[in-house]
């Protein structure tokens, strides 16, 4: 059964930077997609970007500071944060998804709290 265990979150000034990871740590699935999504407090959930096997994607408001990147060999996502602004305080949670098909359903990792602050 697919789990996704993110690690990395935490507290960063503005203008700092920060690394995401999420692992894969109940199956030995592959997958085609892997991604980030954030909520912003009482805010709805917001795509962040993916990587579809190799071909990484990104939404505007994190083009340019963002940069996601993937392990095949162990199924995790990364997300390396650079220019972080308060806007970016969230919490960032890990998706991944096996096929392209919408059978195959978006899996969830249960978030990791990022918070930019001075």
């Known amino acids: 059964q697919v789990n996704l265990v993110e690690s990395g979150g935490g507290f960063v000034h503005p203008g700092g930077s920060l690394n995401l990871s999420c692992e894969d740590v109940?199956?030995?699935?592959?997958?085609?997609?892997m991604g980030w999504y954030r909520q912003r407090p009482g805010g709805q959930r917001e795509w962040i970007g993916d990587?579809?096997?190799?071909?990484?994607h990104y939404g505007h408001a994190v083009k340019g500071r963002f940069t996601i990147s993937r392990d095949t060999t162990k199924s995790a996502v990364y997300l390396k944060m650079t220019g972080l602004e308060s806007d970016d305080t969230a919490v960032y949670y890990c998706?991944?998804?096996?096929?392209?098909?919408?059978?195959?359903?978006?899996?969830w990792g249960v978030g990791t709290q990022v918070t930019v602050s001075s």
């Open positions: 109940g199956s030995s699935f592959t997958f085609w997609m």
């Open positions: 990587i579809r096997d190799n071909d990484p």
């Open positions: 998706v991944s998804r096996r096929k392209p098909e919408p059978s195959f359903g978006l899996h």
